[in-house]
């Protein structure tokens, strides 16, 4: 049987590593990537470069259509499947909702604007109409009030994988039990729901909508929404009352507004990113605290997949690497190739000295033996290094005498 993964990012290359790790001799595998695939890792994985590292094959879309004995699975696929145009019908997709609800578009955005408190991914057959396929297996999950759009997309893609090898071996054995879609509380958005090319808050609005829609279009690889020509990161909801007309400047300043509303007036704080980076680059741990008052800076990404954390780590700033965890860093966090802090605290460690940075992300639970996306694990960087061999013994010697290698 040929298995054939049809999408992009994270989910598809977790799917297609696990088939390639336990089926790839048992089954023919194949990808047919997105239309919008560049064979290089961005914020998320590309499926054509793992794919083509793993020496699976891509087809085109079309090469499918008379294969018999094929199992198709949809993993973010950016093309409607005509299930007429296959020789099989075991065709699946997951998609990021609770079906029936949320059909069709932005479903990391809209149960934002509409509040809600739980979201769930599905795995579903595939028909002709649009996520209207009898239900497979569901995986609810709760959608904090902190979530934004980004937030939510990430929390997809972690359960949807789950839910997927969760129920594969059923779907490779073609074992899976399916349900028809209740018509109940069954909802569809377009892609006219949002047009994201003219993207504005409404800011006729109450101070609770504001809010949830800053939340909602907030996906810094896209956009961030803003207001009066500034990027806003989050927004707080005072407890004074509006007496403004709604979308009045109240008061500001260089880094946040107070806006009146329908109801309460809102902090809007501007997005100070790129300031944080820099004062991470440049040591300023005075500047990393006040900036990160404003939470919602502390695990943002850059473009490049760094994190203020890995930018302090990297450049061996300890007083702001002590700060940033303080503030709620996750040190698990990895660069676009997989790389762990333990990698950056390594070539901090070359230039300073210091082992100090190693020791605090060993003491926060990593792993010295936890490979990147290229299968090189924290020794195979000091063993390519170029470093002085004292500097290099003396860290492997720290490594064996904290008991690392042991536990690894």
Sequence with gaps: ??????????????VLEYLYEHCHDRYDLCVVCNKTETGENGWQRSLRLRAG????????????????????LSTEFDRLIKTGLFRTQRLYNIHFSLL??????????????????????????????????????????????????????LAYIQYGTELILDNIENLLLHQEKCIPQDSAYATYYSKKAID??????????????????????????????????HPIIDATITDTKSTLKPGSIITE??????????????????????????????GDADSVREICAVSRHVNEVSPEGWTPLIVATYHGNTDCVDTLLEKGANPFARGRNGTNLLMYAKDAYWKTG???????????????LDKDYSGKDLFHYIGENKADAGRKNALLEHLKTTGILRQS
């Design 53 to 72: 590292q793993l020496g699976i094959r891509e087809c085109a879309l079309a090469d499918l259509y008379e294969v018999e004995d094929l199992m198709f």
């Design 253 to 282: 300043t260089l880094h946040s507004a107070v806006m009146a509303t329908i109801d309460y007036d809102i902090i809007l704080h501007y997005d100070r990113f790129n300031e944080l980076l820099e004062a991470c680059r440049s």
């Design 1 to 14: 049987m040929l298995v054939c993964i049809a999408g992009k990012n994270n989910i598809g290359v977790e």
């Design 196 to 229: 994201y090319s003219n993207l504005c808050v409404d800011l006729r609005q109450t101070a609770w909508s504001i809010r949830q829609q800053i939340k909602a279009f907030s996906f810094r690889e896209y956009q961030l929404p803003t207001v009066a020509e």
């Design 100 to 153: 029936p609800a949320y059909k069709g578009m932005y479903t990391s955005a809209e149960p934002i604007l509409n509040s809600e408190k739980s979201a769930g991914v599905t795995l579903h057959r595939i028909d002709d109409g649009i996520d209207t396929g009898d239900i497979i297996a569901q995986k609810a999950f709760d959608l904090p009030d902190s979530y934004n759009c980004r937030d939510l997309y």
């Design 354 to 368: 210091d082992l100090s940075l190693i020791d605090r992300f060993l003491q926060a639970g990593l792993r010295p």
